[in-house]
């Protein structure tokens, strides 16, 4: 399973990106796809979760302002950031969990990661 994550960079506090992850090597309809950030010098942190069947979690720090979505077609996960501030500086990852057998049995597999800088 390879993820290939994109769609980072350079914006002004209150801009907005879009991240992608395509994901190869899997059913990605049968994943639980997730978007986690590492700034520097710090954790890696969870941001926001989108399941197979839809359903959809965020970390409350980018409630209401980051939108996690999918394209089983195109077996790509996306992450819309809007009203971004300076503590969103970090690289993002991007995560499938894909089922094993039996299915209740995940496998994690990560992307490489795509820095966003927001500038204040």
């Known amino acids: 399973v390879q993820l290939q994550a994109s769609g980072g960079g350079l914006v002004q506090t209150g801009g907005s990106l879009r991240l992608s992850c395509l994901v190869s090597g899997s059913i990605f309809s049968t994943n639980d796809m997730g978007w986690y950030r590492q700034a520097p010098g710090k954790q890696r942190d969870w941001v926001a979760t989108i399941f197979s069947g839809g359903r959809t979690n965020y970390a409350d720090a980018v409630k209401g302002r980051f939108t996690i979505s999918r394209d089983n077609a195109k077996n790509t996960v996306y992450l819309q950031m809007n009203s971004l501030k300076p503590e969103d500086t970090a690289v993002y990852y991007c995560?499938?969990?894909?089922?094993?057998?039996?299915?209740?049995?995940?496998?994690?597999?990560w992307g490489q990661g795509t820095q966003v800088t927001v500038s204040s």
């Open positions: 995560k499938a969990a894909v089922p094993g057998t039996p299915s209740i049995v995940k496998y994690d597999y």
